[in-house]
Structures are given as structure tokens and as C-alpha cells.
């Protein structure tokens, strides 16, 4: 009994070392999201969510991505993600000109829904939002930091955010 | 060897091994599994432990043992090569020349002591002294000396020895954290290897009688008078002639 114990313990104890390797966590938080995450049982603070998701509408995007984070401290929740990279590309855009470093880390932050959501697609039913799913934000993202002659229309001046 | 041990505290020490071995910390956190140098001076360091009896393959898989024990010791064994393997790329540089040259001597160091032919605690401070003398030189020597806030004497140095070895020596310095937690997980390294079920003479003894009678009696007991066996107990002759 003692070594079929032994034996779980092990298979365990590796299993989370390979997961760990795989991962790279690196906070506390997301070591212990990550690993609730693996099983099912994490879940996001769904208050501090509303209080992102509120400060988002009124376009304090900053104090929004401080709650997003705050429900979600492991980034593992791909619908909040999707919101951090969207607030990344509203403070980023710009009518001239986008803030590369702003729409990287949209860029991050989409590609952390991605991979958090269920068959890496996920559609947000929100009518505030142009875009609602996270290919249509990363597109918009990688489209908004390529270099290319488009740059140089006059009629970009008249784009709307989206 | 207690059950205990064997199905949790080896496991589980040297699986904290495979874990930490390969943590750097630098601007992030990363986890370096080991790369394939590490994975083969492990097996030469595996087959230095045996030559020197630290630790006796027979003591934890054999054919006197039930499926249960065996599976047991194949975890011993499993997770030993683990923890040997990160053990041995920690004290290792991740790239360029210098990962060469420590790979080079550690592999020289540990074929010297399986030559050498030393008992196990002769076997066992030989390689404290080693791994010891590997750390020393990553974690504090080549540590400070690629230091980022060091002197313009340092860069004067580092910069001749990149020009001298046409870019070949170049090293990546981490957070102190690294050099703590890699001194922590040597030490725990080690005191597995301490832990290890060792090859001695007695225990040989016992486990070629028990496989003649089928039974895991002490040595000393076997046979009875009473009880004709097919042969008499192996002595310890025997077993140091063949």
C-alpha cells in the first residue's frame, strides 16, 4: 500500500514538474492559477471583472487592465485577456499613428486568450465592441504595427477606432 | 532500506532536483531542462555511483523482489538519472565555449573516479569536491566576473577574453537567487546520494542467498541443518572472485 502510494506521489510530483517546465510560471499566482487551471477548478474574480469591465466603457483603460488582472491573476481566462488586449488597442490606437509598444502587448495579451480559449477561438458577445472575436483583434493589432505604404494615405485620417 | 524512503523520500528529493535544477532567474524566471551533455555525463554518473557501491541496482530491482518493489526501485532509479542529469547542468554554463569545456571536465572528473576505483565514501567526497569546485567557478567566479555592475577592469577582461576566443566565451549572468537556490539543490543532490541503498559486501551477500533459497533471510541464518539446500550460502570470497 505504502509503495503504491509512493508511486502516485511520484507520478504526481512529476506530472506538475513537467507542467511547470512547460508553463514557466512566473509569480505564485500563476503557478497555482495555472495548475487549476490544468484540472478545471479555476475560476476569475467575477467582481473585479465588472469593475474592469466598467472602467473599459468609460475608456480608463489602465485602471480597467489593473482590475482585469486583478480577477484573473494566472492570465488563464480567455475572455478577460481578450478584454486587456482590447484595452491595449484602444489606448494604443491612434488617428496618425498606433503606439507599437501599447499594441505589442495587446498582442501578448490576444495571444494569451487564444490559448486559454476553448479550441483557440473565442467570440465575445459584447455590443460595444467592433470586433468580438480574437482573430478579428489580433489581425487588427498585427495590422496596426506592420510598416508598409499604407502608412503614407491620407484618407487613414478618417479611420474610426474600433 | 525502510519503505519509506525508498517510495518517498528518494523520489521526492531527487524529483525537487529535476525541479530546481534547472531555475534561472535573470529578468524572468526560466526553466532550463536539460540539454543532451547533461543527459549522457548523467549516465556516466550513474555508472560511477555503481563501480563505487553507492548505490546497488540489485538492492532495488532484482528477481527476489515483487512487482511492486521493482516498480518502486525503477522510480529510485528513474528519478536518480533525472536528478543527475540537472544536477550535472547546473553547475554547467548554458552555451558557447565555456558549456564545453565545463562538460569536458566533468565528464574527465567522473571517468578519474570510476577508475580510481574508491570505496563509496571515498566516491561520494570526490564528488562533493567536484560538483562543489563546478559551482564555485559558475556561480561565483564566472558570476562576477560577466557581473553587470562590474568595474571597467571586468569588461576590460571579459571583452579580451570574448576577442581572444573569437566570440566563443561568452556567459549570461543571473539574479543571486539562482546561485542560493542552485547551492540548495546540490545539497540536496547529495544527501540523496547519501541515502542511496549502498553495495556492500552484506547486502550482496544477502541478495544472492535470498534469490538461491527464495527468501530475504540475513545471510548469517542460511542454511538450517535441518533443511538440505541445494548448495550452502554464498561466502564473501566468492563474491569478491566472481
Redesign the interface.
Known amino acids: 500500500m505504502?509503495?503504491?502510494?509512493?508511486?502516485l506521489?511520484?507520478v504526481a510530483?512529476?506530472a506538475v514538474?513537467l507542467w511547470?517546465?512547460s508553463a514557466?510560471?512566473?509569480s505564485r499566482a500563476e503557478a497555482v492559477g495555472g495548475l487549476a487551471a490544468t484540472i478545471g477548478a479555476y475560476r476569475i474574480d467575477e467582481r473585479a471583472f465588472d469593475d474592469g469591465l466598467a472602467a473599459f466603457k468609460r475608456d480608463a483603460f489602465e485602471e480597467a487592465r489593473m482590475a482585469f488582472e486583478r480577477a484573473d491573476p494566472a492570465s488563464r481566462d480567455a475572455r478577460t485577456q481578450f478584454y486587456i488586449a482590447y484595452s491595449y488597442y484602444r489606448q494604443g490606437w491612434g488617428r496618425v499613428y498606433n503606439d507599437d509598444e501599447l499594441f505589442a502587448k495587446g498582442l501578448e495579451a490576444v495571444e494569451r486568450a487564444i490559448a486559454a480559449a476553448p479550441g483557440h477561438r473565442l467570440d465575445v458577445e459584447d455590443p460595444d465592441l467592433q470586433m468580438r472575436s480574437t482573430d478579428e483583434l489580433k489581425a487588427e493589432l498585427q495590422e496596426g504595427m506592420r510598416r508598409d505604404a499604407s502608412d503614407f494615405n491620407p484618407l487613414r485620417l478618417f479611420r474610426e477606432r474600433k | 532500506m525502510t519503505v519509506t524512503r525508498e517510495a518517498f523520500v528518494l523520489p521526492g528529493l531527487f524529483l525537487t532536483v529535476t525541479l530546481l535544477g534547472g531555475f534561472r532567474v535573470d529578468d524572468r524566471i526560466t526553466l532550463v531542462p536539460p540539454p543532451l551533455a547533461a543527459l549522457l555525463l548523467a549516465l556516466v554518473m550513474l555508472s560511477t555511483l555503481v563501480r563505487g557501491r553507492v548505490f546497488a541496482p540489485a538492492l532495488l530491482m532484482s528477481e527476489s523482489r515483487t512487482n511492486a518493489e521493482n516498480l518502486s526501485g525503477l522510480v529510485v532509479l528513474l528519478t536518480l538519472f533525472a536528478a543527475s542529469a540537472q544536477a550535472l547542468h547546473l553547475v554547467t554554463p548554458d552555451r558557447g565555449l565555456l558549456h564545453g569545456i565545463f562538460v569536458v571536465f566533468l565528464f574527465v572528473q567522473l571517468l578519474t573516479a570510476s577508475a580510481a576505483g574508491t570505496d563509496r565514501a571515498g566516491l561520494l567526497r570526490t564528488l562533493v569536491v567536484t560538483l562543489g569546485a563546478a559551482f564555485i567557478l559558475r556561480f561565483i567566479v564566472l558570476e562576477a566576473l560577466y557581473a553587470s555592475d562590474g568595474g571597467v577592469l571586468k569588461r576590460v577582461l571579459t571583452a579580451l577574453l570574448a576577442g581572444v576566443s573569437l566570440g566563443g566565451i561568452e556567459y549570461a549572468p543571473h539574479a543571486t537567487i539562482t546561485g542560493y537556490v542552485a547551492f540548495a539543490t546540490l545539497a540536496l543532490y547529495i544527501v540523496g546520494l547519501y541515502l542511496l541503498p549502498a553495495g556492500g559486501i552484506a547486502s550482496m551477500l544477502q541478495q544472492q542467498n535470498a534469490q538461491l533459497h527464495g527468501s530475504r533471510r540475513p545471510a548469517t541464518d542460511l542454511p538450517t541443518p535441518s533443511v538440505p539446500a541445494a548448495r550452502g550460502p554464498v561466502t564473501e570470497g566468492e563474491v569478491l572472485d566472481g
Open positions: 505504502s509503495r503504491v502510494a509512493g508511486l506521489f511520484s510530483y512529476a514538474i511547470v517546465y514557466e510560471p512566473q
